[in-house]
């Protein structure tokens, strides 16, 4: 079993950062490759960024390149999504996921579905 809890979420404005950050128990922490993906009102969930276990691979959505990073620390179980120059396009709920596959193939990296634990949530607001 997988547990996800995401933190850092909050109201900034237009220009500003935050970081989010998800704490993960579970064993396979290490060897899993870890996701954020956010949900606006009204819309579908989509991708936002992917690690790998080794922490040398990243995958972005081109809305947030160059604006947001992804990192982790498998000594902490933790994976953190620093977020720059926000904007208000960017509200949403922001969810961290694991994926069901150790092994890294870009293609489906984007697919909601193949994440197999999924944390609570965090509601990022951004204002114009």
């Known amino acids: 079993q997988v547990q996800l809890v995401e933190s850092g979420g909050g109201l900034v404005q237009a220009g500003g950062s935050l970081r989010l950050s998800c704490a993960a128990s579970?064993?396979?922490?290490?060897?899993?490759?870890m996701g954020w993906f956010r949900q606006a009102p009204g819309k579908e969930r989509e991708f936002v960024a992917t690690i790998n276990w080794s922490d040398t691979t990243t995958y972005y959505a081109d809305s947030v390149k160059g604006r947001f990073t992804i990192s982790r620390d498998n000594a902490k179980d933790t994976v953190d999504l620093q977020m720059n120059s926000l904007r208000p396009d960017d509200t949403a709920v922001y969810y961290c996921?694991?994926?069901?596959?150790?092994?890294?193939?870009?293609?489906?990296?984007?697919?909601?579905?193949?994440?197999?634990?999924w944390g609570q949530g965090t509601q990022v607001t951004v204002s114009s």
């Open positions: 579970g064993r396979t922490f290490s060897r899993s490759i």
């Open positions: 996921a694991r994926y069901g596959s150790t092994v890294w193939r870009t293609a489906l990296l984007r697919q909601s579905g193949r994440y197999d634990y």
